[in-house]
Antibody
């Protein structure tokens, strides 16, 4: 079955750029939406943004000025870049597949497969 | 953004109890509501989509209901493996948002 694995540096200094990659195995990245989420220590989930395999994106307005999500279909990977990080960006970062069902013309988007998450700490 | 508010924030229950968690949206969201379960150190797991549809492989003791602004997740008979944190999430708006979570603990 489809599996996702996040990878990237776990420790950053303030003002640096966070770069993470999610590798999709056991299935194709094509024809799906893919998303990034994060969870600060001891807190709830925050949606960062998603990308369609064709490259169209949608970002959380709270992060839009600093976020870029990209996709490389040849490598079956998608990536997250977050600029100018601060301590507030310290979190577990998850990648996930977005599944879409369309009953009676209504589009439901939900995360059905998740990576295990990777911890990113921002500290000087 | 649409605010999602869960209640309670935490609860203590015994194995076999019926548990209900509520999620309220700050505006009407139809049935664009999902429930996830998260255990410590693990990624969230989808339980319910479209407010009341059970995800494949999820035990039938989990059920969801509601539409508009008020939603519930019910566990009909709590099992030891159900002790976890539960989150609701909406996709009605283009900015997806989560509730703050409800932690279900052992009494």
């Amino acid at each position: 079955q489809v599996q996702l694995q996040e990878s990237g540096p776990g420790l950053l200094k303030p003002s640096e750029t966070l770069s993470l990659t999610c590798t999709v195995s056991g299935g194709s990245i094509n024809n799906y939406y893919w998303t990034w989420l994060r969870q600060p220590p001891g807190k709830g989930l925050e949606w960062i943004g998603y990308i369609y395999y064709s490259g169209s994106t949608n970002y959380n307005p709270s992060l839009r000025s600093r976020v870029t999500i990209s996709v490389d279909t040849s490598k079956n990977q998608f990536s997250l870049r977050l600029n100018s990080v601060t301590a507030a960006d310290t979190a577990i970062y998850f990648c996930a597949r977005v599944y879409v069902v369309v009953p009676h013309g209504y589009h439901y988007y939900y995360m059905d497969v998740w990576g295990k998450g990777t911890t990113v700490t921002v500290s000087s | 953004d649409i605010q999602m508010t869960q209640s309670p924030s935490s609860l203590s229950a015994s194995v076999g109890d019926r548990v209900t968690i509520t999620c309220r949206a700050s505006q009407r969201i139809g049935t664009y509501l999902y429930w996830y379960q998260q255990k410590p150190g693990k990624a969230p797991k989808l339980l319910i989509y479209a407010a009341s549809s059970l995800q494949s492989g999820v035990p039938s003791r989990f059920s969801g209901s509601g539409s508009g602004t008020d939603f519930t997740l019910t566990i009909s008979s709590l099992q030891p493996e159900d002790f976890a944190t539960y989150y609701c999430q909406q996709s009605y708006s283009t900015t997806w948002t989560f509730g703050q979570g409800t932690k279900v603990e052992i009494k």
